[in-house]
T-cell receptor, first 114, second 114 residues
Framework: GGIITQTPKFLIGQEGQKLTLKCQQN?????MYWYRQDSGKGLRLIYY???????QKGDLSEGYDASREKKSSFSLTVTSAQKNEMAVFLC?????????????FGEGSRLIVV | GDSVTQTEGQVALSEEDFLTIHCNYS??????LFWYVQYPGEGPQLLFR?????EKGSSRGFEATYDKGTTSFHLRKASVQESDSAVYYC?????????????FGKGTLLTVTP
């Protein structure tokens, strides 16, 4: 088995600040994802990466940057934190297979903007 | 684009009640369908998946049957337990689009009281 580790578990920052979330996986999966979770809105894809140094925008990429410098890690930066961005951010990695990928998620990082 | 519509909000049941959470999808191709479950304080985890019309997925007493005719994948369990209390997400992965992207529904909170 493997594990997805997200740090920090809680990230507190001020409005306008640049804030970064980190994710590590030891599954040796090629593809990694960042999703945003808001109550009543489900999971919305921010960025994903199918291999090292690859980045693909999701439906919610505006206001975010991502970086995949190693196969095992994927970071997400909120470029200018806003109070309406307080949410849980979920990192995932996947087995790449024909017929649809199964995602393995971390426990999430909660962003708090003061 | 692809979309998933599932029972909205919260479903409140007593132990041993029958559970149905509705899920309907819209996709350009022939998607793989998933149910994920998220327990408090954890990330979502795969419950099961199905890739073909009439295929039944099942796990832990939960089941759903892929129905291409009605574009549905409804989650059912004959007798729920308090430990089933969690958020349930229906999702799809569309090979006609990007195999890497999962589209999630908004989630349904199941609360089971003893």
């Amino acid at each position: 088995g493997g594990i997805i580790t997200q740090t920090p578990k809680f990230l507190i920052g001020q409005e306008g600040q640049k804030l970064t979330l980190k994710c590590q996986q030891n599954f040796n999966h090629d593809t990694m994802y960042w999703y945003r979770q808001d109550s009543g809105k489900g999971l919305r894809l921010i960025y994903y990466s199918i291999t090292e140094n690859d980045l693909q925008k999701g439906d919610l990429s505006e206001g975010y940057d991502a970086s995949r410098e190693k196969k095992s890690s994927f970071s997400l930066t909120v470029t200018s934190a806003q109070k309406n961005e307080m949410a849980v951010f979920l990192c995932a990695s996947s087995t790449d297979r024909v017929g649809g990928n199964t995602l393995y998620f971390g426990e999430g990082s909660r962003l708090i903007v003061v | 684009g692809d979309s998933v519509t599932q029972t909205e909000g919260q479903v409140a049941l007593s132990e041993e009640d029958f559970l149905t959470i509705h899920c309907n999808y819209s996709a350009s191709g022939y998607p793989t369908l998933f149910w994920y479950v998220q327990y408090p304080g954890e990330g979502p985890q795969l419950l099961f998946r199905a890739s073909r019309d009439k295929e039944k997925g099942s796990s832990r007493g939960f089941e759903a049957t892929y129905d291409k005719g009605t574009t549905s994948f409804h989650l059912r369990k004959a007798s729920v337990q308090e430990s089933d209390s969690a958020v349930y997400y229906c999702a799809l992965s569309d090979l006609g689009g990007s195999n890497y992207k999962l589209t999630f529904g908004k989630g349904t909170l199941l609360t089971v009281t003893p």
